[in-house]
């Protein structure tokens, strides 16, 4: 006889090894627990159950997969064979495909009930699917009937101590009572935001433990069913402290850092912002470049330029790069903002960035973020989000941003709220001077260190950025001629400048 003691044991969790859905659980299913995989024909309900008993049996566990009206065995095999996580040498052993439509229409419900649960005994299952709850309840005399057949399934599984996944289509019209009676409800959609396709899942219910909440993209490759966990909540359900830092790193521009004290403070996050060609992608070249000749691993993340575009950009400023890129200390990444989500966006550059250890980053920039926003109005959030992360993380990282207009005297920030999520900004822009644009210099805020207010000239040479002396004679007047006279430079500005 079981005890109320041995009955209020903590109950073991079940992992489905699907990348990004235990980190949604919280650390997976619970061992004996009934789930409700709900959607729309299509959405990935039969890959996500499969690729669970595949990755269950792979860490040594034994998986049923009974089906009822679906596609036949070998069809379904057949789809399967391209996945990565397909072994054919489990199937027929620790994998057992079983059809349960005879017992069903002859035996109604209870024989059902019977062959599922002779199958786990028989089989020794620690992970059963039924595939799908929906032909049992069309099949079903009653709508009590029906409820009664849930209600046992889970008593006789929770007894044998295998995990079940029914997986039935999700209607958000109404209530259903099987959404009651499982442990868990997890739904699969896929939604049309304007032209773009995208696939999300919620879970709606999970008895027994916290999950992180709301929607979250996955997607479906030959590796299967990935889950991108929505940065923002998922920051928030792990709460850590960044360790505080002191030092100064340089961005390897003597006049900027001089203005800044010797660089900006290790650990924050800081904004270039200006207008297109005011050098805000040159300036994150210099700042990498200065972290690998420090031998700091430093990271760039560009959505426009691809690498070799880069490494010419590098040589047309004197930087030579190609030695810290030969010895991995510095890394181009390169990835167009096409059908590519937020969350999927940090998840890749904050794998990349724990995997190498990375010290600098310089994101290029703000619009690629913004271009893969389903939902504009989250782009604030995700922003504290990330740099919360980074910062946890120990990175000191750079973010070009990119103002719409080449001339304004007012200076609006691309984002609502970007000011919020990050530590300092410097602010690149032109103004017009004798029928020629000058490029000028200021620090608009740095949080945690002194700066100088003042406003430089620069010019980007073929020696790189040269930060001039202190604007002198006048106000230097954006869009408009200015009556500043041009302080002296160290070198002659290229006859091709080069953002």
């Known amino acids: 006889m079981t005890t109320l003691s041995e009955q209020t044991q903590p109950t073991r969790r079940l992992a489905t090894g699907i990348r990004g859905l235990d980190t949604v659980l919280k650390g997976g299913l619970f061992r004996g627990g009934l789930y409700l995989l709900a959607g729309l024909p299509g959405t990935g309900k039969t890959i996500l159950s499969n690729q669970a008993c595949f990755n269950h049996v792979a860490a040594g566990g034994r998986a049923v997969y009974v089906t009822l009206l679906v596609e036949p065995h070998g069809l379904m095999v057949s789809h399967l064979q391209s996945m990565s996580f397909y072994d054919p040498s489990v199937v027929g052993d620790s994998m057992v495909y079983v059809s349960g439509y005879t017992e069903l229409e002859k035996e109604g419900l209870t024989g059902l009930l019977d062959l599922l649960r002779q199958t786990i005994r028989d089989r020794k299952a620690t992970l059963m699917v039924l595939d799908s709850l929906e032909t049992v309840r069309h099949l079903s005399d009653s709508e009590v009937e029906f409820n009664r057949f849930v209600h046992l399934l889970q008593v006789h599984t929770h007894a044998l101590g295998c995990t079940s996944l029914l997986l039935a289509p999700f209607d958000e019209t109404r209530t259903r009572a099987e959404y009651a009676l499982v442990d868990g409800l997890v739904e699969l959609n896929y939604d049309l935001i304007g032209q773009r396709a995208v696939r999300q899942m919620q879970v709606w219910k999970f008895r027994g433990s916290d999950m992180l909440p709301g929607r979250h993209v996955f997607s479906i490759t030959d590796a299967g069913i990935t889950v991108y966990p929505r940065t923002e909540v998922l920051v928030a359900s792990e709460p850590s402290l960044a360790a505080s830092h002191?030092?100064?790193?340089?961005?390897?521009?003597?006049?900027?850092?001089?203005?800044?004290?010797?660089?900006?403070?290790?650990?924050?996050?800081?904004?270039?912002?200006?207008?297109?060609?005011?050098?805000k992608s040159s300036l994150g070249l210099h700042f990498l470049t200065a972290g690998a000749r420090a031998g700091e691993p430093s990271l760039y993340f560009g959505f426009y330029e691809p690498p070799p575009d880069l490494i010419d950009k590098a040589n047309a400023l004197g930087l030579a790069i190609d030695p810290y890129l030969a010895n991995d200390t510095l890394q181009l990444i390169w990835y167009p903002p096409l059908e590519v989500n937020l969350d999927v966006l940090s998840h890749r550059l904050l794998a990349e960035v724990r995997r190498r250890g990375v010290r600098r980053l310089f994101v290029d920039g703000l619009s690629g973020f913004q271009m893969s926003a389903e939902h504009p109005e989250r782009l604030s959030r995700y922003l504290v989000a990330l740099c919360t992360?980074?910062?946890?993380?120990?990175?000191?990282?750079?973010?070009?941003?990119?103002?719409?207009?080449?001339?304004?005297?007012?200076?609006?920030?691309?984002?609502?709220?970007?000011?919020?999520a990050v530590d300092n900004i410097i602010f690149l822009r032109y103004v017009e001077r004798q029928s020629q644009l000058v490029r000028l210099l200021s620090i608009l805020t740095a949080?945690?260190?002194?700066?100088?207010?003042?406003?430089?000239?620069?010019?980007?040479?073929?020696?790189?950025?040269?930060?001039?002396?202190?604007?002198?004679?006048?106000?230097a007047h954006p869009g408009g001629p200015s009556p500043v006279r041009p302080p002296a430079m160290t070198n002659p500005p290229s006859t091709s400048d080069t953002e």
């Open 246 to 279: 002191h030092d100064r790193l340089a961005f390897g521009v003597p006049g900027l850092d001089q203005i800044m004290q010797g660089g900006v403070v290790e650990g924050t996050t800081t904004v270039i912002l200006g207008a297109p060609g005011t050098g």
């Open 447 to 475: 949080r945690q260190s002194a700066y100088d207010t003042s406003i430089r000239e620069f010019r980007i040479t073929s020696n790189g950025i040269e930060v001039a002396a202190n604007l002198v004679g006048g106000e």
């Open 389 to 420: 992360q980074l910062r946890t993380l120990g990175v000191t990282f750079a973010l070009a941003a990119e103002l719409p207009e080449l001339f304004d005297v007012t200076v609006r920030p691309p984002v609502e709220g970007l000011a919020v």
